[in-house]
């Protein structure tokens, strides 16, 4: 089929975030018994929700002209969840685990869609107690996001090491940055997408699972790319939850900027080279292990380098489409984040200043509404 390239898209965008419920005694996550979400549909109608876990809060910004608009919305929502938080004496953070909380001591959502998949999936889904940040970039086209989702799978580590916050799991350290992906792997149908050819044997795949019984509808393919089966977006999936907005909104402005270049080079009859999904999937677990302190594998050259320093090359692969999506100053951030480490670098260094996993929430905590 051929791909209709003429008209560039607006790469509209939205972003998901999942809060954690935390009470500031204890420290640990706690069931907010639905107050929080039924409070802010008062005010923020769909863009608040529950989650699975009665201790996690999902938002939602609504489709965003570009990425100041994202970052103003996403400043909002945890402006206004804080507030609702506050009323109930309780406080929000955002990182992908919790330092210490136990997912058998957590509530599940009363609402037939969770006793549905929990039905389904066991303890896999009661023990599913994370927290992500998920990116929409709005193509209308499905057979030109079905190509761009083949082409960024090879940059997801990449974006993925920049937002490690998941260091620790039940009061362990476990040695990951971003031990999330390793607790959410136990589903099915998640991790890194397969190559599809076209839409055609895309929308088969998803024929076939519907018809045998293995889904009932297409959101539960939970990859950590898809093309979205309701909206007309690609949906990244992979990004742990970051600590700020500045973050949040630096990787927003990535994303896009990736998926506007490979429009870009489809424009041009070109594409960027397409890697076995076996070989990404050895960077997605060195990005999991190490964040952007340790090595990735530059598939081209074949050898290992930094982490820092593919993702100084990601940054020269975007810079020509940075200026039009107006996003300079966000992609910047980037420079930031590899001085002062991510959420779990900072997790785990208020750790090893202070052993007590209490500070570490208390960090989080604090950071939850910075440079707002």
């Not at 990859?223 to 909104?249: A, G, N, Y």
């Not at 990005?287 to 820092?308: C, H, M, Q, Y």
């Not at 100084?312 to 480490?341: A, W």
């Amino acid at each position: 089929m051929a791909l209709s390239l003429k008209k560039l898209p607006k790469f509209t965008l939205g972003v998901e975030e999942e809060y954690q419920i935390i009470d500031p005694e204890t420290r640990d996550l706690r069931s907010h018994m639905s107050k929080i979400v039924e409070g802010g549909k008062i005010t923020l109608k769909e863009q608040v929700k529950a989650e699975m876990h009665q201790s996690v809060v999902e938002v939602g910004t609504n489709v965003c002209e570009n990425v100041a608009q994202a970052r103003a919305e996403v400043s909002s929502l945890r402006n206004k969840i804080s507030e609702l938080a506050a009323k109930q004496d309780l406080v929000v953070g955002a990182a992908s685990t919790h330092p210490f909380a136990r997912w058998q001591d957590q509530e599940i959502t009363d609402d037939p869609r969770y006793h549905v998949i929990v039905d389904e999936l066991k303890d896999i889904a009661r023990s599913n107690l994370i927290f992500g940040l998920h990116v929409h970039v709005g193509i209308d086209n499905r057979e030109i996001a079905i190509q761009l989702m083949n082409q960024a799978c090879y940059f997801l580590p990449h974006i993925y090491a920049l937002t490690t916050n998941s260091p620790f799991w039940e009061g362990r350290n476990t040695g990951f940055k971003a031990f999330r992906a390793k607790v959410f792997a136990k589903f099915p149908r998640t991790g890194l997408p397969e190559y599809f050819d076209s839409v055609q044997s895309y929308d088969n795949y998803l024929e076939t699972l519907v018809k045998t019984n293995c889904i009932d509808n297409p959101k539960k393919i939970w990859w950590d790319l898809r093309i979205h089966p309701f909206f007309s977006t690609i949906e990244f999936r992979i990004c742990d939850m970051c600590l700020t907005v500045d973050e949040t909104t630096c990787i927003v402005a990535l994303i896009q900027a990736v998926v506007a270049k490979l429009y870009k080079l489809l424009l041009s009859n070109t594409s960027f080279n397409i890697y076995r999904i076996a070989l990404i999937r050895e960077n997605k677990f060195r990005a999991a292990r190490n964040g952007i302190e340790g090595k990735l594998i530059d598939f081209g050259r074949k050898i290992e380098v930094p982490t820092s320093e593919l993702i100084m090359e990601l940054l020269d692969f975007i810079d020509d489409v940075v200026d039009e999506l107006d996003s300079r100053s966000e992609i910047e951030y980037v420079h930031q984040i590899l001085k002062n480490g991510t959420g779990a670098d900072q997790q785990l260094a208020v750790f090893d200043q202070t052993q007590d996993l209490k500070k570490v929430v208390d960090m989080i905590t604090s950071k939850f509404n910075e440079g707002i």
